[in-house]
């Protein structure tokens, strides 16, 4: 599974759009990016992932570099309960328990 | 949506008790469950892979005969922390692939369950 790097904390203000970057620059073809983020003592919740094309769903939208090697999730309102740690996973889909990939992860401060 | 249920949530022994950890899905099947654990602060660990009728796959340096893992039916697998130790107090994490989905990235995770060992 290829590494990731994200930045380590980020703030943002309370109705703004928070926007959370992700470096993945040795993903390969046949891997997906994931979001997941865990909340204080809460098992982490899924958020988006894709491939190539970019997505979107109820929670968030995932947008990812044509060439892939970068991807950024974006929370279009962030409210005060987004505050949490967001991980950002590179892996081939089905293969297994996620394994110590789950990197440090960005902490995101919503702000009132 | 599926939901993992996780129990308890939080949890103090003794010393050299042994404590019980359940992993429930609740509206889906699951063969395959995974158990992590989270030092404060740290990112999630993978421990082990439970499979249904069959013995646990445990990752590299963790103990089976410490961490217990029973997954005798497709909706609960079960992680015993035997002879517990003040080291072995952590964030303990489940998580559940539902097989009907078909989707492959439907990994829901349980809530956690904070062990404490005095």
Redo the contacts between chains.
């Keep these: 599974d290829a590494k990731t790097t994200q930045p380590p904390s980020m703030d943002c203000a309370e109705g703004r759009a928070a926007n959370l970057p992700c470096n993945h620059s040795t993903i390969s073809g046949n891997e997906y990016v994931y979001w997941y983020r865990q909340i204080h003592s809460q098992g982490p919740q899924y958020i988006i992932h894709g491939l190539k094309n970019n997505e979107t769903n109820e929670m968030a939208s995932l947008i990812i570099t044509e060439d892939r090697k970068s991807s950024t999730l974006i929370l279009p309102h962030a409210t005060l309960r987004d505050t949490a740690v967001y991980y950002c996973i590179v892996r081939v889909q089905g293969t297994g328990g996620f394994k110590t990939i789950f990197g440090a992860g960005t902490r995101l401060f919503v702000k009132a | 949506g599926a939901v993992?249920s996780?129990h308890p949530s939080r949890v103090i022994c003794k010393s050299g008790t042994s404590v019980k950890i359940e992993c429930r899905s609740l509206d889906f099947q699951a063969t395959?469950m995974?158990w992590?654990r989270q030092f404060p602060k740290k990112?999630?660990?993978?421990m082990a892979?439970s499979n249904e009728g069959s013995k646990a796959t445990y990752?590299q340096g963790v103990e089976k005969d410490k961490f217990l893992i029973n997954h005798a039916s497709l909706t609960l697998s079960t992680l015993t922390v035997t002879s517990a130790h003040p080291e072995d107090s952590s964030?303990y994490?489940?998580?559940a692939k539902n097989d009907g989905t078909g989707n492959?990235?439907g990994?829901?995770?349980?809530?956690?369950t904070?062990l404490t060992v005095v």
């Design positions: 993992v996780q395959t995974f992590y990112s999630l660990m993978l892979t990752e964030f994490i489940c998580s492959t990235y990994y829901t995770f349980g809530s956690g904070r």
